[in-house]
């Protein structure tokens, strides 16, 4: 029995790589997606202006060394383009008196939002766990707080950065990073 001519592999046109659009998408685009991250405007200049990076690790430790060398006054720009992390839909609303009054007292001492990095926490520990981190970090001197926020930040960044260039959260070291100590440490996921 013969068989007639094989057709061709099929083929699937080439689709670029979020990586290869964020290369190659104009400054401007390219540091919108950046501020979505960080709203920092010296740390989305320094990521955008040293493009391309050859894969997403190398894009990610640049994010990081950048975020390790904001000044006071990025990391205050930073901290004013946070918000309070988004709790479930069916939260009870005395739990948002709760974290309402817990954020209230933390602003007021720190000038600024409750930044926490929310790691692999469940949706139906993110509060309980907001509310830990904010008591518990109420009793941090206004320094040391800068140093934790600017690291809860950091931590941030990256994940969002992972997750709109790779669609998945980042490897993040299991030890705590600079500036954190076991106690702070965080541990909850955006």
Do not use: Q
């Amino acid at each position: 029995m013969t068989r007639g001519p094989t057709l061709p592999a099929h083929r699937l046109p080439y689709l670029p790589k979020p990586l290869d659009a964020f290369n190659t998408a104009p400054d401007d685009e390219a540091r919108a997606l950046l501020l979505r991250c960080l709203c920092s405007l010296r740390w989305s200049r320094r990521i955008a202006d040293h493009r391309p990076y050859p894969d997403l690790e190398s894009l990610l430790a640049a994010a990081d060394e950048a975020a390790y060398d904001l000044s006071p006054a990025d990391l205050s720009e930073a901290l004013a383009g946070e918000s309070l992390p988004a709790l479930p839909e069916d939260t009870y609303s005395a739990a948002h008196m709760a974290l309402g009054a817990a954020h209230a007292a933390y602003e007021a001492r720190f000038g600024h939002a409750f930044i926490i990095y929310p790691g692999d926490v469940h949706p139906d520990e993110a509060l309980d766990h907001i509310l830990e981190g904010i008591r518990s970090r109420l009793t941090n001197d206004p320094e040391e707080e800068r140093v934790v926020a600017a690291e809860e930040l950091r931590r941030l960044a990256r994940s969002r950065l992972a997750i709109s260039l790779r669609g998945a959260k980042p490897h993040l070291p299991a030890a705590p990073s600079r500036g954190m100590t076991s106690a702070n440490a965080p541990a909850v996921g955006t």
